[in-house]
């Protein structure tokens, strides 16, 4: 084959047809098969899903010289396996963060506006204006005036952090380092200041990857340190919150509410107690599936094609630890 860039045919659409002469599009089937009846020697730059990316794959592409993953999450790659070989590895970070923040603020104010109540009494054709003088009471809470913790703050946090703003709301970052951000009123560093974190916050986001470090971060400890009239929400990877901790604290009413978007174990099984807790609002990780990233993650690949092309830096490049 003459063409040194191989891409995922699921993403054809999202790329311009001048690029097509220097592709091959491979589909699912091909890349499971190991491109069984195919030449790949010569492919240096392959975009795909970061779960291709391990070593009985990288075998067949001797010549890779970057990994373009479709994903911000790279968990899935064997990123030593890319160490060995010296590939370099990109994601697409950033391309799904409007989506995400938007769904944030969609799942703060499920809860704050009471929408399932609403719906309820809508189903159940109730007039319910919370209080006898509909004119003086108070029915929903407001996130004007409150504090949103968001914990991670790359290009996710950075779009909440935005929104929030628009709300009206302060904003409090816990993140291993301070970075300039004019949507943050104050920085959170270090474990030391975790919990006044906790204590500090409304609402807490979880906006961070999956490491070590971070793997059930979220524990009964955490929550404890939290507000009882907290809203929780975790948009980034599962295994952060420690599930069974996570269904203690709605249970024993240690936090108001709770949000998921990601899990321990996905899918979620139809017998995961997660189903019936109270207060809590599931969604099957799908916060930026919006139709805005589409185009983001189009131009991001078509960008770093360019890159690749002309030898020059690429976007997003994932620095091995």
Known sequence: MAEKIICNALYRHLIKDEYYPAIR??????????????????????????????????????????????GAGYDAVEIEELRKKQVILCNTRGVMSVSIAEDVFAKLLFFTRKLRVVEQDRQEHKWDTFGQNQWMCTCYEDVYGKTLGIMGCGSIGTEIAKRAKAFGMQVNVFAPSKKENAYVDKWYSGEEALNAFYKACDYIV????????????????????????????????????????????????????????????????????????????????????????????????????????????????????
């Open 25 to 70: 599009f491979v589909t699912n089937e091909e890349c499971d098969h190991l491109f069984a009846g195919y030449d790949m020697a010569e492919v240096e730059m392959a975009i795909l899903q970061p779960f291709y990316f391990r070593k009985p794959f990288l075998e067949k592409l001797p010549a890779l010289k970057i990994a373009q993953i479709t």
């Open 206 to 321: 979880v906006s961070m990857p999956l490491k070590d470090s971070t793997r059930h971060m979220i524990s009964k400890e955490a929550f404890r340190e939290m507000k009882q009239s907290a809203i929780f929400i975790n948009i980034a990877r599962g295994p952060i919150v420690d599930t069974d901790a996570l269904l203690y604290a709605l249970e024993a009413h240690e936090i108001r509410a709770a949000a998921l978007d990601v899990f321990e174990q996905e899918p979620l099984p139809p017998d995961s107690p997660l189903w019936e807790a109270p207060n809590l609002l599931l969604t099957s990780h799908k916060a930026g599936m919006g139709d805005s990233w589409k185009g983001f993650i189009g131009s991001l690949i078509m960008r770093n094609i360019d890159h690749y092309q002309k030898g020059e830096p690429l976007e997003n490049r994932i620095q091995y630890e």
